[in-house]
Nanobody, 111 residues
Framework: VQLQASGGGLVQPGDSLRLSCVGS????????VGWARQAPGKEREGVSC??????TYFDSVKGRFTISRDNAKNMLYLQMNNLKPEDTAVYYC???????WGQGTQVTVSS
């Protein structure tokens, strides 16, 4: 399966943004899939994951980010609310465990 993220941009603190991820090669609904991010100078970290049974979130995004998927469109989404400067990173979507990483999409939160 190949996953490609999009929807990033430059926003101000407190703004919202929705990331999208399109999957090809395999129905996402049968897989554990999620989002990870990598900030400048830091290691990539998991943000959120969704399976057929539950969703999980990194502590720093709980209550602000919501992961969802549209099985009919084979899409994965990450709704990000109340964005903070520390959310600035390149965001990636992938399976869990991860396969090959795509290009990711840049999210920059700055006033």
């Amino acid at each position: 399966v190949q996953l490609q993220a999009s929807g990033g941009g430059l926003v101000q603190p407190g703004d919202s943004l929705r990331l999208s991820c399109v999957g090809s090669g395999h129905p996402l609904e049968y897989l554990a899939v999620g989002w990870a991010r990598q900030a400048p100078g830091k290691e990539r970290e998991g943000v959120s994951c969704i399976t057929s049974k539950n969703t999980t979130y990194f502590d720093s995004v709980k209550g602000r980010f919501t992961i969802s998927r549209d099985n009919a469109k084979n899409m994965l989404y990450l709704q990000m609310n109340n964005l903070k400067p520390e959310d600035t990173a390149v965001y990636y979507c992938n399976t869990d465990p991860p396969g090959q990483w795509g290009q990711g999409t840049q999210v920059t939160v700055s006033s």
